[in-house]
């Protein structure tokens, strides 16, 4: 290995994306972000992370806790993420994400913590409680990105404001140094981001924390299951509309053509021209026959990963084993950048070469 490693492919950009490993993903994460993943690997040089340290900034059981990362590999890895094309990997398995975290710790400034709006939602009144971890999440994220000096990044509304502040760091870290060293991410934008709400209540977005199983359609539920989900999904007695301004204040209504249309890969406007005029007793079975032939395999696949737990242990592995043969020789450069004493970028480089 030598440090072109670290180096981006011509005329390829390099995306980092993660997720936290909470287990029991269901439709909403599979449209709003992981189809999306899927796309992406074709277009970039993509690295994919399943972000263990982020999860315990909240108490994990830790039994718990690796099923669920191994769900969530599984989740991925059946969806589409190929890894010959991609790197999957655990973020704890390569410990230059944590080492730049603390070099970025110290310089970020508190001022720009103190505008992160997500650790105001998450820590709630009990923010005296709340962990360092849990404040400092964003800076993390950060490392999490710059580690691999990533060029673009897929975000939903909620990770702006940290993409924004990841920029900053590299921005300040360069500045500081006076060595461009990282790039400004930019956001990688989907023209239409689906976004997808509870079947039982069409206000609020579908989500595992719900205390009904009936408002989600889990990745791993077998098409029998999917189908009493969708026949049992709230709806209003209206017949579907044949514009999109029909649909104004039928939140429930929306969501399932919004559903329907992302996993046909077409328009609102296409839905409703074929089904305007019709109800839902004509639209629902349509709907179910449509997700069980997009989602049953992805669960069959899921169910046989599950399986086979020494299987997804591999491919994490292999692929920890790849994006750290691009960190470390990036992180060499760092320490060598911030002065710390000891190996140089080059003999750091070597040494990694030998092992």
């Keep these: 290995m030598n440090s072109s490693t670290a180096q981006i492919p011509a005329g390829k950009g390099r995306i980092f994306s993660g997720i936290q490993p909470t287990g029991n993903l269901h439709l909403g994460n599979y449209l709003g972000a992981i ?13 994919y ?48 994400h944590s080492e730049l975290a603390w070099v970025f710790n110290c310089v970020t400034r508190l001022g720009w ?15 005296e409680n709340a962990s360092v971890g849990l404040y ?9 990105i710059l580690t691999y000096k990533a060029t673009h990044v897929p975000v939903g509304e909620d990770q702006k404001q940290h993409l924004e502040l990841t920029r ?23 023209g239409a981001a689906t976004r997808v709400m509870s079947l039982r209540d069409g ?18 539920d077998n098409p029998d299951i999917i189908m009493q989900k969708i026949r049992k999904a709230k709806t209003d007695p209206d017949a579907l509309p044949s514009e999109i301004a029909g649909l104004s204040g039928r939140l429930e209504a929306s969501n399932l053509i919004g559903i329907y249309a992302a996993l046909a890969d077409c328009r609102v406007e296409d839905v409703l021209f074929d089904f305007g005029g019709r109800g839902f007793g004509d639209f629902k079975p349509v709907l179910a026959d449509l997700a069980v ?43 060598d950048i911030v002065g710390f004493l000891g190996l140089s970028t080059d003999q750091m480089i070597k040494l990694n070469q030998d092992h």
């Design 203 to 220: 206000g609020v977005k579908m989500s595992k924390s719900d205390v009904s199983d009936n408002s989600r359609i889990n990745l791993t």
């Design 136 to 144: 400092s999440y964003p800076i993390l994220m950060a490392a999490d």
């Design 113 to 127: 913590l103190n505008r992160m709006t997500q650790f105001k939602e998450k820590a709630g009144k009990n923010r």
């Design 168 to 190: 900053d760091i590299a921005q300040a870290f360069n500045s500081i140094y006076k060595k461009d060293v990282f790039p400004l991410p930019k956001p990688q934008i989907f």
């Design 49 to 96: 992370c399943i972000v263990d340290l982020h999860a315990i900034t909240v108490q994990q059981d830790p039994a718990q806790l690796r099923k669920s990362t191994r769900e969530v590999a599984a989740s991925l890895i059946a969806s589409g993420i190929s890894t010959e094309q991609s790197i999957l990997f655990t973020q704890s398995c390569v410990p230059q």
């Design 35 to 47: 189809r999306n993943w899927v796309a992406l690997q074709h277009d970039f040089e993509s690295i």
């Design 293 to 335: 032939a997009k989602l049953s395999p992805i669960g069959d696949e899921m169910r046989y990963l599950l399986k086979n737990p020494d299987d997804i242990d591999s491919i994490l592995t292999r692929g920890a084993e790849k994006a750290s043969n691009i960190a470390r020789p990036i992180l060499a450069e760092v320490r």
